[in-house]
């Protein structure tokens, strides 16, 4: 089993404001991504390399709202963060359901969708995004099939230098990362978070999350 680093998840309230921001603290200029239907909620992205991008993601005043609460703890967000992180194995139900054997549960694998500013759209698979009551560090799981891959078509310039995990239970986040073939280093820590370390065009570093 092999995994990699998908993408990592910057939630905000208002996309236009959060956009700016990343643009000012990188030098690179992130791109709208599109909507999602059914979710409430658009998007704009930064690739971090061939198969790895920043997603900028926040509430869609141009959808209806949800029944449902939106992803990522959205509506009870008070300011920008990194909130999550998405890893992409090879065997997508493979992982899941040996896992699950193991005592981790990524919940159900469901089919979601985007439609991209060009007006196509877009689709992949995914166990469920967090809600408000996940701590972030625990990776919602993404297969993209035959779909292009979100990064190749977004603005570049960045890369990932870095990117670790504060956990209480490092050691049962160690685990469960192996599972995925993923060997990151996972610091002991009062609570959750994630830290990632971005080098931009100019090699200036910016981190995002704490």
Partial sequence: MTATIDHLVYACTDLGP??????ALTGV???????????????ALLSLGPRTYLEIIAP??????SASPPPFG?????????VAWAAAPDDLEG???RSRSAGFD???VVERRRRTAEGSDLAWRMTEAPDAADDGVVPFLIHW???????AGAPAGLTLAEFRLSSPEPERLTAR?????LDLAVERADRSALHAVLVSPGGEVVTLGG
């Fill in 106 to 108: 990524y919940g159900q």
């Fill in 74 to 82: 959205l509506s009870g967000l008070t300011e920008p963060a990194l």
């Fill in 18 to 23: 959060a956009v700016q921001r990343i643009a």
């Fill in 145 to 151: 099939g035959d779909s292009p891959h979100p990064a």
């Fill in 95 to 97: 992982v899941v359901q």
């Fill in 177 to 181: 990362l192996r599972l995925l073939g």
């Fill in 29 to 43: 200029q992130p791109a709208y991504g599109g909507q999602h239907p059914g979710l409430g909620t658009h998007n």
């Fill in 60 to 65: 869609d005043p141009s959808q209806p709202r």
